[in-house]
């Protein structure tokens, strides 16, 4: 059974969301338009390539909006992420960016931790992640003043507050366009757009990020299980989107 046959089940008041959406997107792009003509627009959106994000970039794309999307490939994806990725870049009218770790500090700390230090601890993953993703995204976000996310109250505990406009962090504005919708939702938008996504979600992935990283999850378990599964629940969560105020100027120590 395909992901959209088993989740696209929208809520009652599905089409209020949408528009909900659809105005906070709109509105964006003219709060965050190019500081001059023809510059580059001052938000961005950031795309894991889950279901949530190929919602905001087709969104992004069907209503013309000058908002970039940048994905970030940290080396250790999925074979069908990247073939996602590959896809978007041939198709999306708004310009997709790719930001990569460091090689060299990739390099150095495979050769003192070794390839699977994620599994040693929470700090040597969390060092995992800080080098593959929250460096990368540091630079991603330089220069703009907000930030687009598929971020949803109902994807983990830890969420359940995300609110659409987050000004939380000193930096940047963070926007959670999608944070009032459920996980029907988004697959019967995915449905009725024909969007697509990716196959692992086929798979009984709800939460697709590294390869080393994500597993499938069984019937009945929490949508973020199959992240960092080896880890206390509490700790689930890479620094993207935890403190935002602190994590990014660590991230940019």
Not at 43 to 49: F, G, P, R, V
Not at 83 to 104: G, H, N, Q
Not at 136 to 157: F, V
Request: with cysteine; charged share 20%.
């Amino acid at each position: 059974m395909s992901a959209i046959e088993l989740n696209a089940h929208p809520s009652k008041d599905f089409d209020a969301k949408l528009a909900e959406t659809v105005a906070l997107l709109q509105q964006a792009a003219l709060d965050y338009a190019p500081a001059v003509e023809g510059g580059a627009a001052r938000i961005t959106q950031a795309s894991s390539l889950g279901a949530e994000d190929v919602v905001v970039s087709h969104l992004i794309n069907a209503l013309k909006l000058n908002i970039g999307i940048f994905v970030l490939e940290t080396g250790q994806l999925h074979a069908e992420t990247l073939a996602l990725l590959d896809r978007l870049k041939a198709t999306s009218l708004a310009p997709i960016e790719v930001f990569t770790p460091a090689a060299e500090s990739v390099m150095q700390f495979v050769a003192k931790e070794g390839a699977q230090a994620m599994y040693k601890s929470i700090d040597l993953r969390k060092a995992c992640c800080h080098i593959r993703k929250m460096e990368p995204l540091a630079r991603a976000l330089n220069g703009k003043d907000a930030w687009i996310t598929g971020l949803r109250r109902e994807q983990s505990g830890a969420r359940a507050e995300v609110p659409l406009i987050d000004t939380t962090e000193a930096i940047r504005v963070k926007l959670n366009p999608l944070a009032n919708w459920s996980w029907g939702d988004i697959w019967h938008f995915i449905a009725q757009n024909k969007i697509d996504y990716n196959p692992l979600h086929d798979q009984f992935f709800p939460s697709i990020g590294c390869a080393p990283c994500t597993r499938a999850i069984s019937l009945g378990e929490d949508f973020r299980a199959g992240r960092w599964w080896w880890e206390d629940e509490a700790a689930k969560e890479c620094g993207l989107h935890v403190a935002a105020s602190s994590t990014l100027e660590k991230a940019s120590a």
